[in-house]
């Protein structure tokens, strides 16, 4: 069997760049690779390695799971789960914790990015966080992993993990590969084109757009998007990191490369363009929306995740006790 697996954690509603990213191309991946299975999962115990009110988090975690239908992904060839759920997820995060050196995580970019932050407030999950995401990939041994550019080296190190423990108790795991999205890997912020959009930031933030923002605030959200004086629509991601973000956002919607979009927009300002971008990505998420209200309080929602549940525990837990008996640890 082919897996490919990815997840998004339900820390807010996702962005303009979790959809870019990650949704879209899980929807388009699924749609060009036929012969593979998709394992697509809430990444909630991620979650909590921050502060959540719980309620939000239940709220979101469901909204998410009908985000994900919403956006396209065939229910047919897809499990859908929540990773609390599959018990076997922290089992294998402790496999893996105790395979992974201090050394190696204190390099991880995104640890180091929350400690500069803010040092009191990072967990030790936090900092271990990155055993969980491999754990989460090798117990189903996931040939294809698509995320976006931030992911990478979380990746990097899942592969050296399942590379040292095949090394060292024989051929166990597949080494994932990852899928990065060709155009979209890096959606910036509107207003700071210097950092990554994203939802752990301000929820009123006018440089983030999130999926379930109302379309005349997402309208206004790109309209208002810094840019710079030139005024010439052209990719320059040095000199122009504003313009080449919206061209990105452009790109990866209507599949027509920089330089057509160059061509097209050739002689007009930045108002004409921001004003076709708005209605663009306002068509794409309105449909989006649409889908998501007729999902998010049905109960099929509910049996899609009680189906993806049972599917991902059992293939979960004959490879954590296959693990455990290669570990040498209890009795299996
Ligand atoms: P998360 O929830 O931060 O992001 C989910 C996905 O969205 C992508 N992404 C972006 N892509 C383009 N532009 C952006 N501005 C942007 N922001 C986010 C991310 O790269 C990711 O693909 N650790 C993961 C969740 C996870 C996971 C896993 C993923 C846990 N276990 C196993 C794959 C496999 C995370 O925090 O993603």
């Known amino acids: 069997m082919n897996i490919v697996l990815s997840g998004v954690k339900p820390t807010g509603i996702p962005t303009l760049g979790n959809y870019l990213g990650a949704l879209k191309n899980f929807v388009k991946l699924q749609n060009e690779m036929t012969d593979y299975e998709f394992f697509i999962f809430i990444a909630d115990l991620h979650a909590i390695t921050i502060p959540q009110d719980p309620k939000e988090l239940r709220a979101n975690i469901r909204n998410l799971a009908a985000l994900y239908l919403a956006c396209g992904l065939n229910k047919e060839r897809l499990t859908l789960f929540i990773q609390s759920e599959v018990s076997a997820h922290i089992e294998m995060g402790n496999v893996m914790q105790s395979l992974s050196y201090m050394g190696e995580l204190e390099r991880m970019t ?109 309208k206004k959200k790109i309209k208002s998007a810094v840019t710079d004086s030139e005024a010439i629509v052209r990719y320059d991601v040095e000199n122009k990191p504003g313009i080449s973000n919206l061209m990105t956002i452009y790109s990866a919607i209507t599949n027509l490369s920089f330089s057509e979009i160059e061509k097209k927009y050739e002689g007009k300002g930045y108002g004409d363009f921001k004003g076709d971008l708005a209605e663009i990505v306002a068509e794409e998420i309105g449909k989006v929306q649409e889908k998501y209200n007729q999902i998010i309080n049905s109960k099929e929602l509910d049996e899609i995740l009680n189906q993806g549940r049972e599917r991902a525990t059992q293939i979960a837990t004959r490879k954590i006790h296959k693990i455990y008996h290669k570990l040498g640890i209890g009795r299996f």
């Not at 500069?116 to 294809?144: C, E, H, Q, R, S």
């Open 110 to 218: 995104q640890f180091k990015d929350k400690m500069i932050k803010n040092p009191n407030g990072v967990t030790a999950a936090l900092f271990t966080y990155p055993a969980l995401m491999a754990a989460d990939i090798l117990l189903y041994d996931a040939k294809f992993v698509p995320v976006g550019d931030d992911q990478k080296q979380h990746l990097e190190l899942t592969r050296d993990l399942a590379n040292r423990f095949n090394n060292r108790f024989g051929d166990t795991f597949q080494v994932p590969e990852i899928l990065l999205t060709k155009v979209g890997a890096r959606i910036k912020d509107l207003q700071d084109p210097s950092k990554k959009m994203s939802k752990s930031d301000d929820s009123q933030s006018k440089g983030c757009i999130y999926l379930l923002d109302p379309l005349n605030v997402i």
